[in-house]
């Protein structure tokens, strides 16, 4: 029987990977079909401008999807993120203006997003509790903590050094939030095939349980997935505070549901097991630029938020819908 197992569970593995590139083709092709149709319909959607906006908005949220495409693919989803990235925007704002060095204060904000992370991992084990639960919880208590470190105000007159870092740094020509976002993705798409500890992503993703019988060090990779995540944030944090020059009092809110939907879309399953960073790259794309079109085309915030909430809930339904497909096969 055991023969029998091995060729099996390769053929299940080389189906599921047929079907996930698949899947990321098939974005890629609508990303081209909506880009080239948005370029008729209005002339500022292919300008420079346009684009810098957009590929600036979705760097700072592919940083932020390595870390979270890891944790769920090991089934820990992470809804504090966007609450993570504006208590560390705002730390490293708070720092610079009490007169803390550029380099100083960008690695307290890491620090930062790095003990935020740890708090999630620690809660999740200690408490036993689904992540969703913990991290919706932090989420809500993260965003309080940062509008009472500001007072609810935005954060300005920061350094103008710290201002270049992400408006008028290049590195071999690239804008230096995309070339940040490249090396994250490049890294995280490493780690993922060739790391070992990275790798078991996949089978905590699968079942838990199984994979602590077989010796994986589940409570320790939740911890540090977590901790991933939120140092990520805190990277985002960074660039997003320098490319705007300020931290405002509503940085962050609302990003987890965009960057959850856009993983969801593609193919990093909720309930873990599955996903490539290649895909969630591939549906943050898309979502950015659909969030971008909204804009163009005048759609209000509140309208945008609907949106945003309609297609997380059918994007959370197909994935549970494609889960108990493949339990009944």
């Known amino acids: 029987m055991r023969k029998m197992d091995n060729p099996s569970k390769r053929s299940v593995m080389g189906a599921i990977?047929?079907?996930?590139?698949?899947?990321?083709?098939?974005i890629l092709l609508i990303i081209l079909v909506i880009s080239i149709v948005l370029s008729i319909m209005s002339a500022n959607f292919f300008t420079t401008m346009n684009w810098t906006i957009i590929l600036n908005g979705f760097a700072l949220n592919m940083?932020?999807?390595?870390?979270?495409?890891i944790s769920l693919i090991a089934g820990n989803i992470d809804f504090s993120v966007g609450s993570m990235l504006g208590v560390c925007g705002f730390s490293i704002a708070l720092l610079m203006q009490r007169g803390v060095s550029i380099p100083v204060a960008i690695l307290l904000a890491l620090l930062v997003g790095a003990f935020l992370g740890l708090v999630n991992g620690f809660l999740i084990i200690r408490l036993k509790v689904l992540p969703i639960v913990v991290t919706m919880g932090t989420w809500m208590a993260y965003q309080g903590l940062g509008l009472m470190m500001i007072g609810n105000r935005s954060l300005a007159s920061l350094p103008a050094a710290f201002k270049k870092i992400a408006q008028e740094t290049r590195i071999i020509?690239?804008?230096?939030?995309?070339?940040?976002?490249?090396?994250?993705?490049?890294?995280?798409?490493?780690?993922?095939?060739?790391?070992?500890?990275?790798?078991?992503?996949?089978?905590?993703?699968g079942n838990k349980e199984s994979a602590r019988l077989a010796g994986i060090k589940v409570n320790r990779f939740i911890i540090l997935s977590y901790m991933l995540t939120g140092i990520l944030s805190a990277v985002s944090a960074v660039l997003m505070v320098s490319r705007l020059g300020s931290a405002p009092a509503s940085m962050g809110q609302g990003l987890e549901f965009k960057i959850i939907v856009g993983m969801l879309i593609g193919g990093v399953s909720f309930n873990g097991g599955e996903g490539t960073i290649i895909g969630a790259m591939l549906g943050l794309m898309l979502m950015s630029i659909i969030t971008n079109a909204l804009s163009i085309f005048g759609i209000n915030a509140y309208a945008q938020l609907i949106i945003v909430g309609i297609t997380l809930t059918f994007s959370v339904a197909l994935d549970e819908a494609n889960r108990r497909r493949k339990e009944g096969g």
Do not use: D, H
């Open 17 to 26: 990977k047929r079907l996930q590139e698949l899947r990321e083709l098939s």
């Open 63 to 69: 940083i932020i999807g390595v870390g979270m495409t």
């Open 173 to 205: 020509g690239i804008p230096f939030n995309i070339f940040v976002m490249i090396i994250s993705v490049l890294i995280g798409i490493f780690i993922l095939k060739y790391v070992k500890f990275f790798r078991q992503a996949f089978f905590i993703g």
